[in-house]
C-alpha cells in the first residue's frame, strides 16, 4: 500500500497534488512519501514478530538520500552499509555506529580504518583475503572488529542475472564448504572477532522458496561451526524481498516471510539480522516526469519525457517495468512507446505499453521508484542530477537539490598546457 492517489481526478503524494511539487520543483523530481515508508518499515517488522532477538538495517544502497534515512531511523532502523560514503550518510541521518553494518566485497584499508574508529556494530567480511586484512588493520589500532561471514549458498534466487548474488560464480561471500575452515583459521587472530554468518542471495525475489534453501543451509552451517567451538550470536538474512512493479505480480508479504524466517530460525539461539532496502523504500516513491512531446512510431507513437535513463536506469540495466500514470489522467487510454531525451536507444521505459492518454506538457509519474532510482541517477548527456522531494501529510521538502549541468562541469578543469 502507499500514498500515490487519484483524488478528485489527479494525482496526489499523501495531500500534495504532484502538479504542484511539478510547478514549485520542476521536472523531472523524484517524490517520496514520508507515510509510506513508515508504514513500510513498521509492516516488515511486525511481520517479524515472531523473531526474538532480531535488528533490522535498511539498504543505504536503495535510497541514501539523508531525510529518507532519518525517517528510518525514526522507525527504530539500522543502517546496511557498502561504502564510507553511505556509513557517513547513515551516521549523519542519526543511525547509531552500532546499528550500522557494513556489507561488500572491496572494502578498502581506509574505509575499514574510518569504519573502526567510529566502532560500528558489524562488518560482513566476504572473503578470507579481506578477513585478514580486517584483523590487522584493528589489531594495529589496538580494537577488535566484530565481524560475521558471508556465505555463497548456491541458491538460484529466480531473479535478474544482474541483481543475483547467492550463485557460486556471483562474486558475493565464500562457499559454504569453506567457511569452517575461514573460520578456523582466523577466529583467534587478534583484532577480529567473527562472530557470525551472513547470507544475501539476491535482491527481488518473488518466492520465498530460494530463501528458505538459503537459510536452511545457514541453520546448517551454523550448527556446524558451533559443534567446532565457534560461538555464533549473530546471523544476517540480507534483503531481497520483491516488490509489485506490476499488478500481476505478487511477491511475499512481509508477514509471510517473517512466518519463514520464524519458523526456520526457531533453534538457532541467535540475533536475527535483516537488510531489507527495496521493500520498504520502492513503493514510497515515484519519479514525476513531464511529457516533452509525442511523436510518431511506425506502430506505436514514442511518448518523449523528460525523465531519462540517467534519472532512473532500472528500465535499461534490468529490463525493469515501472507502471506509467498520467497525473491528470482523462479516462482514455493509448498505446504508446515510453522513451526519454537520451541518445541511445537503451533510454526506453516502456514499448508497446497500454497507458493513460498523454500529450506534450502533460504530467505522469512512473511508479515503484523509491528503490533504486535517484540513487542511481548520472549527468550523461550532460544532463543535470534528479532533484528529490519529501512529502509528510499536506507539507513537502526538497531533500536533494537538482545538481545543474553547469554545477557538474563546474567541478571539471582544462589544464593550462591545452
Ligand atoms: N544486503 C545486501 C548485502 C545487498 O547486496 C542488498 C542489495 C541488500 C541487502 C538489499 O536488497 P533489497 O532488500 O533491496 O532487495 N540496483 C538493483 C538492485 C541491486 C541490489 C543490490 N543489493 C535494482 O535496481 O534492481
Redesign the pocket.
Known amino acids: 500500500m502507499d500514498h500515490f492517489s487519484l483524488v478528485d481526478g489527479q494525482l496526489f503524494a499523501e495531500q500534495v497534488p504532484l502538479a504542484r511539487i511539478a510547478e514549485e520543483v520542476g521536472t523531472p523530481v523524484y517524490v517520496y512519501s514520508r507515510a509510506t515508508l513508515e508504514r513500510h518499515a513498521d509492516v516488515f517488522r511486525e511481520g517479524l514478530a515472531g523473531v526474538a532477538r532480531k535488528h533490522l538495517a535498511f539498504?543505504v544502497?536503495?535510497n541514501p538520500n539523508l531525510a529518507v534515512l532519518k525517517v528510518l531511523a525514526g522507525r527504530g532502523y539500522g543502517a546496511?552499509v557498502?561504502s564510507g560514503g553511505e556509513l557517513d550518510r547513515a551516521l549523519a541521518a542519526g543511525i547509531a555506529a552500532q546499528d550500522i553494518v557494513f556489507?561488500?566485497v572491496g572494502k578498502t584499508e581506509a574505509e575499514m580504518r574510518h569504519a573502526l574508529s567510529l566502532d560500528i556494530g558489524q562488518f560482513?567480511i566476504e572473503s578470507e583475503e579481506e578477513c585478514q586484512m580486517l584483523a590487522a588493520v584493528a589489531a594495529s589500532m589496538g580494537l577488535t572488529a566484530r565481524a560475521s561471514l558471508?556465505i555463497n549458498p548456491d541458491v538460484d534466487a529466480g531473479t535478474?542475472a544482474?541483481?543475483s548474488?547467492g550463485k557460486a560464480d556471483n562474486k558475493?561471500g565464500v562457499g559454504l564448504h569453506v567457511g569452517p575452515g575461514i573460520y578456523q583459521r582466523l577466529s583467534a587472530l587478534p583484532g577480529i572477532a567473527l562472530r557470525g554468518v551472513?547470507v544475501?542471495i539476491?535482491?527481488?525475489?518473488l518466492s520465498l522458496d530460494p530463501l528458505e534453501a538459503a537459510f536452511g543451509k545457514i541453520g546448517e552451517l551454523v550448527a556446524h561451526l558451533r559443534s567446532e567451538g565457534h560461538v555464533i550470536t549473530h546471523v544476517d538474512l540480507?534483503?531481497?524481498?520483491?516488490v509489485p512493479y506490476q499488478a500481476a505480480t505478487e511477491p511475499p508479504s512481509p508477514a509471510d516471510y517473517g512466518a519463514l524466517v520464524a519458523r526456520v530460525t526457531r533453534d538457532w539461539d541467535a540475533t536475527i539480522q535483516f537488510?531489507?532496502?527495496?521493500?520498504?523504500?520502492?513503493n514510497a516513491g515515484v519519479l514525476l516526469t513531464r511529457v516533452i512531446r509525442v511523436k510518431p512510431g511506425i506502430r506505436d507513437p514514442f511518448v518523449v519525457v523528460d525523465a531519462a535513463m540517467n534519472d532512473l536506469?532500472?528500465p535499461a540495466?534490468?529490463d525493469?517495468w515501472h507502471d506509467f500514470e498520467a497525473v491528470h489522467p482523462d479516462g482514455t487510454r493509448m498505446m504508446a512507446n515510453i522513451v526519454g531525451p537520451v541518445c541511445e536507444s537503451g533510454d526506453t521505459f516502456a514499448m508497446g505499453r497500454d497507458i493513460d492518454t498523454v500529450s506534450a506538457g502533460d504530467l505522469a509519474i512512473f511508479r515503484t521508484a523509491g528503490?533504486?532510482g535517484a540513487t542511481?541517477a548520472s549527468s550523461y548527456n550532460s544532463r543535470g542530477i534528479v532533484a528529490e522531494v519529501l512529502v509528510d501529510g499536506d507539507r513537502y521538502a526538497v531533500v536533494a537539490n537538482r545538481i545543474s549541468p553547469a554545477e557538474i562541469m563546474a567541478a571539471e578543469t582544462v589544464p593550462a598546457w591545452l
Do not use: C
Not at 540480507?238 to 520483491?242: N, R, S, T, V, Y
Not at 537488510?275 to 520502492?282: L, M, T, Y
Open positions: 539498504a544502497k536503495s546496511d557498502v556489507s561488500g560482513n558471508r535478474h544482474k541483481i548474488t558475493f551472513a544475501h539476491g535482491s527481488q525475489l540480507g534483503g531481497g524481498l520483491g537488510e531489507p532496502g527495496r521493500v520498504i523504500a520502492g536506469a532500472r540495466l534490468y525493469a528503490a533504486y542511481m
